[in-house]
């Protein structure tokens, strides 16, 4: 029987302390008694060695886990693969759940080899299982539960023993994912740096100090000295000669000082992969053009130097644009600067030395702009929104519509109180960043407000002239109408007596004097309002068939008188629908042309008249109009101020063609203010055609019909007989006609020479006595303005409410608007018409 060993630690007589191992067998035994042999054996040396194979074990381990290694024993008779437990490749198969042994290699691992790698992986399997006695390759491939592609090194090597018999087969295989990735991103960054947009790039390595440059070196800049450059050998020579290609004596020291290769390795080492500088040179032909040049810098994956490859770009372009912006900022804009809404802040991309705020380039929330802006501002206690810097929000709002907007403000500086302007727009698209521009406008500014200033005294100077035109257009229309109304009066009243057929003869031509002398004047004055913007319409309801009475009733008569022959094509009418219309407008439009057509045609010359209506949406009408004659025509250089005032052809001379030359500029005026068109066509000799196009908004033509029905009813003159009218008139002939007018329809008329003496006349009157006050408007002692307001005064009753209808021969709205204010009602243009006086009484009287 033999015990268990025992090892112990045992101290020797020279002090150090040794490993024993000693072992108890049993030799005999005597009167019961057991005898033992006892051994003991040194174990140093036994100690020692494992020592030294766990620590060589320990630095395998290490050194397969830090160099990502797997060792695994090729079992080739059963194709098997049999990973060490320990180390990397027992944490690998764990971590992905490789099983240990892989069963039925290769062919169980092809799935996760990469396909087009699939073939050397293959090859190197058949290699090692034939009669090579070591096989590599490498492939790529990915684990079930791998999140990744990897790179892989494999090798097969045969063991054999002293006598050369095959002891085992030894697997590894080695991760080189990452120096795979460095070396093809070296080889990427090598290749795309010697392209052909590059001029004389270069390699360089930094820790051998080497500068070569192989197929590179062949400079784009064909005028360009480069062979410096290329024959330089080193970094140091490289940087030197490339110093020298420099055309600026400061671009020239930022070089020196920054282009070091020993600095440019520090930097490196900091995080630094590349340093550029812009430098302008200079071609053979003296043109000054500018480069950037740049080395990128990179860790050659193969021996570990530091290399750069050195390259120039063209930014001839760019160089341009930037003194072209400095220059811009330093004689037109304060600064240039963009605002990111996003993260809120504000960086300038240039600015001037005015503004003490912010560095070029460099980020600040834009809050603290806003508190900057209150700081410069000259009025910052206004409150104005705009005054004390713009919000993001108010910034968003104001961009919405068109994409930019501008507003002035001004700031105290060292040279007093600037006005400047602030330019906002979107720097690429809507919602990204906005470009802010500031300008000083202040000389602007202070012009334009000379400007503004001159303007407005030019504009009161204009309006007091304008002012002193119209009282007098006012004074003459009133001088002139006045006669005026006596003649065309009185030749109305003897034209219906019963005379002889030579008076009657001379009555018709006073009577068309007169009228003409009448036009004449209302020209001159639609004119003056065209001109002024003052002329009004009045659309009511014209349909076709009053419209074509109209010019079959002024036409007739116009023509006949030289045998002329007149067509009228009216247009098909729309039933629906009537236009509104101005009618006296209108009917002048077309008289003017009709009467130009007749004066400028021989005798018995054919015109034509041609219409149509075409309905719009909305219950708008489209009218189209034609004028042909074949008369005398225009020359092309007539027909270029054909519509200006005093304008006529010199040709017609002919005391029958000659006319105010007002007709056609009033004409156009007129239908510029209904928003028509007219156009013309003509040529000497053979004739003009007058085209014009007018739309306007419509009625419905049932129930205009009804309303004209009811109207009509209304119509009824006998309600005037027997009641009072209180005429105010100084003129005794224009006196006299409205009496005889009035009288005809039975109406009682009391007649007072002045305003004076009409107040007194309603002041004496019984309550009631009077139904209608007829007020001249010009009269001595008291006008009738004054008149009107001195009886709406009185306390009786019926001061307030009785009609006062003006009779005046002033009709700018300037005296309509002073009728009303007055008191006035109503008004009648002189000379008066007859059944526009009664359609008015009628209207007032009840």
Known sequence: MTLEPLVYRSLGTEGNYHGVSTRASFAYSEGGRPTYYL???????????????????????????????LVWDYDLANHRAILMEKGYAGAVARKYGVPNPVEGVPESLLP????????????????????????????????????????????????????????????????????????????????????????????????????????????????????????SGTVDGYFAAF?????????????????????????????????AIDYPFLYKNGERHWRRGTVALMRNPRNGHLEGVAYSTDIDGIKRSEFLLNNLNAHHFGYI?????????????????????????????????????????????????????????????????????????????????????????????????????????????????????????????????????????????????????????????????????????????????????????????DLSKAESGKLELNPEPYSPEEFERYVNAVASPLFASRYQHFVFKGSEPLHDRIPLIDKLRLNQIVFNLLSNASKYSPEGATIIYQAESIPLPKNRMLIKMSFVDHGIGMSEEFQAHLFEPFHQERGSDKAEMRGSGLGLAITKRLVDAMGGTIAVESKLGVGSTFALELSFDCVDSAKLAHQEKEQAATLDYTRLAGKHILLCEDNAINSEIAQRILREKGLLVTVAMDGKTGLHRFEESSHGYYSLILMDIRMP????????????????????????????????NEDVARFAEAGINDHLSKPIEPDKVFQMLLRYIH
Not at 478 to 484: A, F, G, K, N, S
Not at 799 to 806: G, M, T, W
Request: one cysteine or more; a negative charge.
């Open 337 to 525: 600067g963009l605002l990111n809404l996003k993260d809120q802040t504000f960086e300038f991309i240039s600015k001037d030395q005015s503004v003490h705020f912010g560095e070029i380039g460099v980020k600040i929330p834009y809050s603290d702009c806003l508190v900057y802006t209150r700081t410069v501002l000259k009025n910052p206690v206004t409150h104005d929104p705009l005054g004390e810097g713009l919000s993001i929000e108010e910034i968003e709002k104001r961009l919405a519509p068109t994409g930019t907007f501008a507003y002035n403000y001004s700031a105290l500086s060292p040279d007093g109180p600037r006005t400047y302007s602030l330019r906002y727009s979107w720097f690429e698209k809507p919602g990204g960043d906005v470009l802010i521009v500031r300008s000083d406008i202040t000389e602007a500014s202070e012009k334009e407000k000379t400007l503004i200033q001159e303007l407005n005294e030019a504009k009161q100077s204009a309006e007091s002239a304008n002012l002193a035109k119209t009282a007098f257009l006012s004074q003459m229309s009133h001088d002139i109408r006045t006669p005026l109304n006596g003649i065309i009066g009185l030749t109305y009243l003897l034209k219906e007596m019963d005379l002889p057929a030579p008076a009657k003869d001379s009555l018709d031509k006073i009577d068309t004097s007169s009228k003409f002398l009448l036009g004449l004047i209302n020209d001159i004055l």
């Open 243 to 275: 110093c020298n290609v420099i055309a600026d004596p400061e671009v020239q020291a930022d070089f020196k000082k920054r282009f070091r290769r020993e600095l440019i390795e520090q930097n490196y080492e900091r995080g630094q992969t590349s340093i």
């Open 781 to 812: 002692v008291m006008d009738g303005i004054e008149a009107s307001k001195a009886i709406r005064s009185l306390s009786r009753p019926e001061a307030q409410s009785i009609p006062i209808i003006a009779m005046t021969a002033d009709v700018f």
């Open 39 to 69: 051994s003991s054996v040194n174990l140093d040396k036994r100690i020692a060695a494992e020592a030294r194979a766990d620590r060589v074990n320990r630095m395998y381990e290490s050194a397969t886990e830090d160099m990502k290694l």
């Open 112 to 231: 996760y080899v990469y396909e087009e790698d699939r073939p050397a992986f293959l090859k190197a399997y058949r290699d090692i299982e034939g009669s090579a006695e070591e096989s590599h390759a490498e492939f790529r491939f990915q684990l079930p539960n791998q999140p990744f592609l990897q790179y892989e090194q494999m090798s097969f090597k045969k063991i054999r023993g002293n006598d050369g018999e095959l002891i085992g087969i030894l697997g590894s295989g080695q991760n080189i994912t990452a120096m795979r990735v460095a070396n093809e991103k070296y080889e990427k960054a090598l290749a795309a740096l010697q392209g052909p947009e590059y001029y004389a790039s270069f390699r360089l390595d930094f820790d051998a100090n080497l500068c070569w440059n192989g197929t590179l070196g062949k400079s784009a800049a064909k005028n360009v000295n480069v062979k410096d450059l290329e024959a």
